[in-house]
C-alpha cells in the first residue's frame, strides 16, 4: 500500500496544478483517487527495474509499417520482420499510435482502450513485450472529434463530460504560440451559451480540459492501463500546449510541467518502472526545460540535432553544429536525450530557430525545396505564416547538396549522419524507413494531398524481404550500413546514453566529439569529415593502441595526423 508519505507527495504536486481551481477537499478526492489506482495495480504486479544502458536503441516504426496479405493482424506481420532482421540491433519499438483514430494517422484517437482491428489486439502487443520494451504514444493533449468521448460531451455524459476544453469570447488568445495555420477556435452553440472549441493541431483533434481533474485522472488510468499490457515507455504527444491561461502563449506553462513532475512521481510509485518522454517541437532551451530538475521527464527528444546534422552536411560546415554541441548540456542519471534525425513527422525548424540565421536558413530551405520537400507552416502573431517542419524522407533530404549537385555521395553522407547520431550522448531511435534509404511517397502524397505522407511509405513484407537478399539492393546496401552502426555500438560502455560528451574543435569541415564511460575506462573519438573532399587533422593524442572500431585497418592514422576520405567516420578507442 501506498505509505502516507507517498501520498502527500501526490496531494502536494495536486496542489501545485489545482490550487488556484479546486477546494482542498477536491484535491484530497484526486489525490485518494490516484492512490487507489497506484494500489490495485501494485498488488498484482511484482517489482520490476528498467536496465538503460548502450545496448538501448529504439525503431520507430507504425503497427502497419510491414503489411502482408496473409495476416489478418498487421502487428504480427511486423513482429515476424523484427524477430528476423531487427531483434539483433534494437532493444525497444516504439509503435506510433495504434489505437482506433480517425485522422492525422493515428493521433486523432477515438478509444485510448483498445488497438486498430487492423493492426491486432492488445495481446499482440503483451507478446512483444515479453522479448523487447514497447514505448507507445499517449495522446494526452487533444482526443478525435468522432469519438465516444466527445459524443458523450456533447451530452453531458461520462465519460466525456466536461472533458474537452471550452472558452468563451473574453479570452485572449492574442499571444497564443500556434504549431499549424488552421483556424484554433470553433463556434458552438450549445448548453444554452455561446462557446468556442479549442483545436491546437486540426478541427478533428479537440483540445482536453486538464482543468477539470477528472481529465487527468483518466490519463493516469489510460497509462497504467497500458503498463498492464506491456508499454513501458511513455511518449507525451504535443505535451506542451497541454494548459492554457487567457493572455498567455498557451504552450509551457507552468501547470504543464507540475502534470509531467506528477506523472513522474507516480511512474517511481509503481512496480513496473517506465519511463516518461516529452515530445516538446519547441526552441533548444524550452524543449530542455522539460527535464525539469531531474524530476520531470526521464528523456526529452533531441530536436536540434535533426536539422544541424543535416544543415551541415549539405553545406560541409559544423560551425552551427560544433556551437550547439559545446552549449548543450550534459544529461544526469536518470535522464537522456532521446537522438533520433527522422521520425514520422517532419523536421522541425523551430528548435533551431535560435541558432541558425536567417539567410542561412534560407539558404537551408531553398537546397531542401531542390531535393524535394514540402513544407508545412504555423501562424504566428501578426497574421503570417513561418515554416514548422520540412516534409522530406532523410535519403532525399541528403541525397544531393550545392557541393554535390550530382548526389555521387549519397551514400557516404547519409550513413555518417547517422554514425554521429548513434554514437552522440543519449538513446538512439532510427525511424523504420530510414533503416533502408526510402524515398519520399511521391504516390501516397498525389492521393492524399497530406505533407507528411512523403515520409510514412508501408512496406510489403514480401517485397521488403526479397529486397535485403538482394545485397547489392539500395535497401540492403543501407540495412547493412545502419545496423553495423548499432552492431559496434552495443558493445561500447562509453556510449552508454549518460557516458560523457566533450566537445572537440577541429576545424569547419570535421565534426568531432569525444564520449567516455561511466567508469571512466574507455574513451571513444567520434571523427567525422562534413565534406565532399579528403580532409587531414592533428589530434593531440597517441594513437600507439588505438584502434578504429568502424575499420580494422588503421591505415587512415599516422603518428599523430587522421586522414579521412568524403564524408567518412571513424570511432577511435583507446581499449
Not at 478526492?29 to 527495474?49: A, S
Not at 537522438?339 to 513527422?345: C, G, P, T, V
Given at each position: 500500500m501506498l505509505s502516507q508519505i507517498n501520498q502527500k507527495k501526490i496531494k502536494f504536486k495536486l496542489k501545485s496544478i489545482y490550487k488556484y481551481h479546486l477546494s482542498d477537499n477536491e484535491i484530497s478526492?484526486?489525490?485518494?483517487?490516484?492512490?487507489?489506482?497506484?494500489?490495485?495495480?501494485?498488488?498484482?504486479?511484482?517489482?520490476?527495474?528498467k536496465i538503460i544502458s548502450e545496448k538501448t536503441s529504439i525503431v520507430i516504426c507504425y503497427g502497419d509499417s510491414v503489411f502482408s496479405s496473409s495476416q489478418r493482424h498487421l502487428l504480427k506481420s511486423f513482429q515476424s520482420f523484427f524477430q528476423k532482421k531487427l531483434s539483433k540491433y534494437f532493444n525497444t519499438v516504439h509503435f506510433l499510435p495504434f489505437y482506433p483514430s480517425s485522422s492525422d494517422s493515428g493521433f486523432a484517437v477515438k478509444d485510448h482502450y483498445k488497438i486498430d482491428s487492423r493492426l491486432g489486439n492488445w495481446s499482440d502487443i503483451r507478446k512483444f513485450s515479453k522479448k523487447n520494451d514497447v514505448m507507445a504514444d499517449i495522446v494526452i493533449n487533444h482526443s478525435s472529434a468522432r469519438g465516444l468521448w466527445f459524443k458523450n460531451f456533447l451530452k453531458e455524459k461520462k465519460p466525456g463530460k466536461d472533458y474537452f476544453l471550452t472558452v468563451n469570447s473574453n479570452f485572449n488568445i492574442s499571444k497564443v504560440i500556434r504549431p499549424r495555420d488552421h483556424q484554433l477556435l470553433k463556434k458552438i452553440d450549445i448548453f444554452k451559451k455561446p462557446e468556442y472549441l479549442w483545436r491546437t493541431f486540426s478541427p478533428d483533434q479537440l483540445d482536453m480540459n486538464f482543468k477539470n481533474p477528472a481529465v487527468l485522472l483518466r490519463f493516469i488510468k489510460i497509462m497504467v492501463n497500458l503498463i498492464n499490457h506491456g508499454v513501458t515507455i511513455f511518449r507525451l504527444d504535443a505535451i506542451a500546449y497541454l494548459w492554457k491561461e487567457s493572455g498567455t502563449k498557451c504552450v509551457n506553462l507552468r501547470e504543464t510541467h507540475e502534470i509531467i513532475k506528477l506523472f513522474r512521481i507516480i511512474c517511481g510509485f509503481l512496480n513496473v518502472e517506465s519511463i516518461i518522454v516529452t515530445e516538446t517541437n519547441l526552441p533548444e532551451k524550452e524543449n530542455i526545460g522539460y527535464f525539469g530538475n531531474a524530476d520531470?521527464?526521464?528523456w526529452i527528444y533531441n530536436f536540434s540535432l535533426p536539422p544541424?546534422?543535416?544543415?551541415?552536411?549539405?553545406?560541409?560546415?559544423?560551425?552551427?553544429?560544433?556551437?550547439?554541441?559545446?552549449?548543450?548540456?550534459?544529461?544526469?542519471?536518470?535522464?537522456?536525450?532521446?537522438?533520433?534525425?527522422?521520425?514520422?513527422?517532419?523536421?522541425?525548424?523551430?528548435?533551431?530557430?535560435?541558432?541558425?540565421?536567417?539567410?542561412?536558413?534560407?539558404?537551408?530551405?531553398k537546397r531542401l525545396r531542390k531535393n524535394g520537400s514540402k513544407f508545412s507552416y504555423r501562424k504566428v502573431q501578426n497574421k503570417s505564416k513561418k515554416i514548422y517542419e520540412a516534409n522530406i524522407t532523410i535519403f532525399d533530404a541528403l541525397k544531393k547538396s550545392d557541393y554535390d549537385p550530382k548526389g555521387k555521395f549519397f551514400l557516404e553522407r547519409f550513413i555518417s549522419?547517422?554514425?554521429?547520431?548513434?554514437?552522440?550522448?543519449?538513446?538512439?531511435?532510427?525511424?523504420f524507413n530510414s533503416l533502408f534509404g526510402t524515398s519520399n511517397d511521391e504516390a501516397k502524397y498525389i492521393i492524399t494531398g497530406n505533407n507528411r505522407d512523403l515520409n510514412r511509405y508501408r512496406w510489403n513484407h514480401k517485397n521488403i524481404t526479397q529486397k535485403l537478399k538482394n545485397t547489392r539492393s539500395k535497401q540492403s546496401i543501407f540495412y547493412k550500413s545502419i545496423t553495423d552502426l548499432l552492431e559496434v555500438r552495443r558493445k561500447q560502455t562509453a556510449f552508454h546514453p549518460n557516458g560523457l560528451r566533450s566537445s572537440m574543435n577541429m576545424g569547419p569541415k570535421i565534426f568531432c566529439f569525444k564520449r567516455q564511460s561511466i567508469d571512466k575506462k574507455q574513451i571513444i573519438l567520434c571523427v567525422t569529415n562534413l565534406s565532399s573532399k579528403s580532409q587531414s587533422t592533428k589530434i593531440n593524442f597517441k594513437f600507439l593502441k588505438w584502434k578504429n572500431l568502424l575499420d580494422n585497418s588503421n591505415n587512415h592514422i599516422l603518428g599523430e595526423m587522421i586522414k579521412l576520405k568524403p564524408f567518412q567516420t571513424v570511432w577511435l578507442s583507446n581499449i
Open positions: 478526492n484526486c489525490c485518494e483517487e490516484i492512490t487507489k489506482v497506484i494500489n490495485r495495480f501494485n498488488i498484482k504486479k511484482k517489482r520490476k527495474k520531470e521527464a526521464n544541424l546534422l543535416i544543415y551541415s552536411f549539405l553545406f560541409e560546415n559544423n560551425s552551427y553544429l560544433n556551437r550547439w554541441n559545446k552549449k548543450l548540456p550534459q544529461t544526469k542519471k536518470g535522464n537522456s536525450y532521446l537522438n533520433f534525425i527522422a521520425s514520422h513527422d517532419g523536421i522541425g525548424m523551430r528548435p533551431v530557430e535560435d541558432i541558425i540565421n536567417k539567410s542561412n536558413k534560407d539558404k537551408f530551405l549522419a547517422h554514425s554521429i547520431m548513434i554514437s552522440f550522448e543519449g538513446v538512439p531511435a532510427i525511424y
